[in-house]
């Protein structure tokens, strides 16, 4: 079940806002812990008895930390069952098809292994009940006495299938006592809405024209077509994953809850280390406290910290998906990072302000490439004709025969929005953002409406066609 089915949109989101109303605080809990585990089911089954399982592997594991018998055992218990359970399901195809392909050279027999199902949402859901354990040992959370609350922490529907990545700590005292306001469940309608819209009005089309260019072969492409192609793709990857955590946390605040930002536009950013301070914060803050602060940080001196970033990116690369392109993609990141960390950082301050907005453009548009592209090779030859160094055949693959005029509108909107240029005007005419509150007044008014419109434009939307890819499924 995804946000913006017709399912979730007019049934299960309005039965599960009536129920957690009618049943009142004390049973809240209780409603939100089924509907999400309903939720959960309805698309991966008896999935949903995995998830389950790794609550109860880090409860116990958290009780068993709290009483401060060998804790260090006990969190390194923790942390090898979740990684071991990625890994299963994840990884194993991945891990088996490299060693066949080393192994190979030598004449040995391939190592046979059914495809393993992906379970949509894992990555999501183990690193929440890892960091869970973690922090217990850590001192920064207070171990849940009972399973419940942390069943629901881990399975609360809005950021189960595509985050953002919530801290215990972070949401602890909300699942305890919450309370659901006028005014923020108004605010969490209006970023529901505008998140449902960045999906289904701009992602979608966007999708279009990306998986029509690329299905092109790359040989085939002239330069323009294949920076048409590569920008389509940026747009649709960044407001289809914004677009779903705006919905995450506008359903939060429906329920109750305050969820932590997750992008603070990204493409706007004038170096690397700046974007990944905007871009899916919360696994770039997931990986800094758990994986590069313990590596050493920056406190090794020069190379250590290098190598820290390498590993880093390697795993995050890794993270977004088992296969070699992936790997690549995180790899590119980390190389520049370390690039600026060695000084190309201080000249980019230095430099006016649109060099080094270019440059993060450029690094991140090409590294897109290798995220979308599975076979290297390919995604290789696609580079080549974005500069030029392939002739492609603009006869046959002109830009023009991979955009309507629904999908260009919907392009140059989503190039504008990510951009910040609505931001820019905005200003300049004196408008003030009102985030996390709605607007009172005229400005109210005028807002409920453009709501309106945008929510019918999504549901004709919804209603006319299946096509509605979500990209992150397969993390």
Same mark, same amino acid.
């Given at each position: ?85 990625? %890994? ?77 990545? %919530? ?57 323009? /077509? ?58 770039? /803050? ?90 290297? /090779? ?79 434009? %999504? ?17």
């Amino acid at each position: 079940m995804v946000f913006s089915s017709p399912v979730f949109l007019f049934l299960f989101l309005p039965l599960t806002l009536l129920a957690v109303w009618l049943i009142g605080r004390r049973g809240q809990n209780t409603v939100l812990l089924l509907a999400s585990l309903l939720f959960y089911a309805w698309g991966e089954g008896a999935y949903v008895l995995l998830m389950l399982a790794t609550v109860l592997v880090n409860h116990l594991c958290g009780l068993a930390i709290d009483r401060g018998v060998r804790p260090r055992l006990w969190v390194g218990i923790a942390v090898a069952l979740n990684l071991a359970t990625l %890994v299963a399901f994840k990884y194993a195809n991945f891990l088996v098809d490299s060693f066949n392909a080393v192994t190979a050279g030598f004449g040995l027999a391939p190592v046979e292994l059914a495809p393993v199902h992906l379970p949509i949402g894992i990555s999501f859901f183990i690193f929440q009940g890892m960091s869970y354990a973690i922090d217990v040992y850590r001192g920064t959370a207070e171990v849940q006495q009972r399973p419940g609350p942390l069943a629901l922490y881990i399975s609360l529907f809005p950021q189960l299938i595509a985050g953002p990545i %919530v801290r215990y700590q972070d949401v602890a005292r909300q699942i305890a006592a919450r309370t659901t306001t006028l005014p923020g469940f108004a605010s969490g309608v209006r970023r529901f809405v505008v998140g449902l819209a960045k999906k289904v009005l701009i992602a979608d089309h966007c999708a279009r024209i990306a998986d029509g260019v690329f299905a092109v072969p790359p040989d085939a492409l002239p330069m323009a /077509t294949a920076w048409l192609g590569t920008v389509a793709y940026a747009v649709q990857i960044y407001f289809d994953f914004s677009g779903y955590s705006d919905m995450a946390i506008g359903l939060g605040r429906m329920l109750g809850f305050e969820f932590l930002e997750n992008f603070d536009r990204p493409y706007i950013a004038r170096s690397l280390r700046e974007f990944w301070r905007r871009w899916h914060i919360s696994l770039s /803050t997931w990986f800094r406290d758990y994986l590069y602060i313990p590596l050493g940080g920056s406190r090794g001196g020069a190379a250590r910290t290098y190598l820290n970033l390498f590993i880093v990116f390697l795993l995050t690369g890794l993270w977004h998906g088992a296969s070699w392109n992936f790997v690549v993609w995180g790899l590119v990141h980390g190389l520049f990072l370390v690039a600026e960390r060695a000084g190309l950082g201080r000249l980019l301050e230095r430099a006016p302000r649109a060099v080094g907005h270019l440059y993060t453009l450029l690094v991140v548009l090409m590294a897109w490439v290798f995220f979308r592209i599975t076979d290297l /090779t390919e995604g290789w030859h696609t580079i080549l004709a974005m500069v030029g160094a392939i002739p492609g055949d603009p006869v046959l693959n002109p830009p023009a025969l991979f955009v309507t005029n629904t999908t260009l509108v919907a392009l140059a909107v989503g190039v504008l929005g990510a951009l910040d240029v609505h931001a820019m005007l905005g200003r300049l005419v004196g408008l003030r953002r009102t985030e996390p509150h709605f607007p009172t007044g005229l400005r109210g008014l005028a807002e409920c409406i453009g709501l309106l419109v945008l929510f019918l434009g %999504v549901a004709m939307a919804v209603a006319s066609t299946t096509y509605s890819p979500f990209i992150y499924f397969r993390f």
